[in-house]
């Protein structure tokens, strides 16, 4: 397990005795996903893998979806205090990332079954005296004050923390002795930004009689540019359909640099050593193919988005170059050509039929209508995928994908869309 992490860039550090207590036995272990959000991003795949490669190595992952730390917040790696949930988004968020992390993880294994967990079911019916007498008396303060994500925030006297954030590391060790005595956890994992909160968590079950537990962290990851992995200038890359769509999960990988992309197939994949270092050949050797992003790109999105998910992201991306536009959709139209120059022709008019020279002029799309005719003449200009044969060739409302969109291509990159309004 340790090797295997360490392979794979995922290791960042772990407790003394970790990698031998993964050779005595089966082990269980947990990562805990904050609820803030209805969706895990990109960034989250990093702990997601650590337990994927955890039940791989025939050991137990347990998921715990954080419903009641979630309404407190975590200040690990943040600079100013968390807005604060609500506890019916909370549940409402902790559910939808259950759905999400079943796509990893497989819950009918007979050898080492994966489990969900929801840290709600016992933070919320604790009482506070007894907390601060059982559990709070094996916290040190002044050990408290020296974890990096309460100092850092100490040293803005604006700020600062509240009691809300500070006490969170009391709850996440409880956590860690929960799972203990309900599952017989002795492993946590998570972001190197957690190492202060997992070890709080292993002197807690020792300071209650437990057995001795461990600790795993991965790297915090940015790009070889030094851009937080995840974040792009259409902002996070999320797991969920609705937020990003299969095709932008696709082109997020896909645009990977040469720099970064073996690195993301070691990481993020499950792929083998020699296949990583094929790809890793093709990089260096012809690296213009793109072979390398373009089998990272098709391997994250059918773990994340199904077959179904890849073949419509692998599909619009053939439209781009010139592919068919044969089975695609309005939606389909919208989300791909997202950032492609568009033009509004009023439903009147295109009823009527506007000639396809103005529409390209008036757009922008050739410095005039004579420029226009030009590619027309020489077959170089397509409607909805269709070359166009007529120099003065009309753009019609019939002409509009499910009514709203005509696509004009001029070469084999230069598109336009047209949308019909009113």
């Given at each position: 397990m340790i090797e295997e992490l360490r392979w794979r860039g995922l290791l960042a550090d772990a407790t003394e005795r970790a990698a031998?207590?993964?050779a005595a036995g089966q082990v269980t272990g947990y990562i805990g996903f904050d609820p803030t959000a209805a969706s895990l991003h990109v960034g989250s795949l990093v702990p997601i893998m650590g337990l994927v490669h955890l039940q791989r190595a025939g050991h137990c992952p347990i998921a715990l979806v954080g419903g009641g730390t979630g309404l407190i917040g975590d200040p690990s790696g943040k600079a100013s205090e968390r807005a604060l949930l609500d506890r019916a988004r909370a549940e409402e968020n902790a559910a939808a990332i259950h759905r999400q992390l079943a796509r990893f993880l497989d819950f009918e294994?007979?050898?080492a079954p994966a489990r969900m967990a929801n840290n709600l079911d016992w933070l919320d019916g604790l009482r506070l005296v007894d907390f601060l007498r059982d559990i709070g008396k094996?916290?040190?303060v002044n050990a408290m004050l020296r974890k990096e994500s309460v100092r850092r925030r100490l040293q803005d006297d604006e700020s600062g923390i509240s009691f809300t954030e500070f006490s969170y590391q009391l709850l996440q060790a409880y956590d860690f002795r929960e799972l203990n005595r309900r599952y017989g956890c002795t492993l946590q994992m998570g972001g190197s930004d957690q190492w202060g909160n997992i070890t709080a968590g292993i002197d807690l079950v020792r300071r209650l009689g437990g057995p001795r537990c461990h600790g795993v962290v991965f790297p915090l990851l940015e790009s070889?540019?030094?851009?937080?992995f995840g974040k792009t200038e259409a902002g996070t890359v999320w797991l969920d359909p609705e937020r990003t769509s299969p095709y932008r999960f696709y082109q997020f990988w896909l645009n990977a640099e040469d720099a970064d992309v073996v690195r993301y197939l070691k990481l993020f994949t499950l792929l083998g050593r020699a296949e990583i270092e094929e790809l890793e050949g093709a990089v260096a050797d012809r690296p213009h193919v793109r072979e390398a992003q373009k089998r990272l790109a098709a391997e994250m999105t059918r773990i994340v988005h199904g077959a179904d998910g890849l073949d419509r992201a692998e599909r619009a991306s053939r439209v781009l170059f010139g592919g068919s536009l044969e089975g695609l959709g309005a939606a389909d139209i919208e989300e791909i050509f997202a950032d492609v120059p568009s033009a509004a022709l009023a439903r009147p008019a295109l009823e009527r039929g506007v000639e396809l020279a103005v529409v390209m002029a008036d757009a922008g799309m050739t410095a005039s209508r004579s420029e226009a005719r030009r590619l027309i003449r020489g077959r170089g200009v397509y409607v909805n995928g269709?070359?166009?044969?007529?120099?003065?060739?009309?753009?019609?409302?019939?002409?509009a994908?499910?009514?709203r969109f005509v696509v004009v291509r001029a070469g084999k990159k230069r598109y336009l869309v047209v949308e019909v309004a009113g």
């Open positions: 031998a207590a993964f294994s007979k050898s094996h916290f040190s070889s540019s030094g851009v937080k269709a070359r166009v044969a007529e120099v003065g060739a009309l753009v019609r409302a019939e002409d994908i499910e009514g």
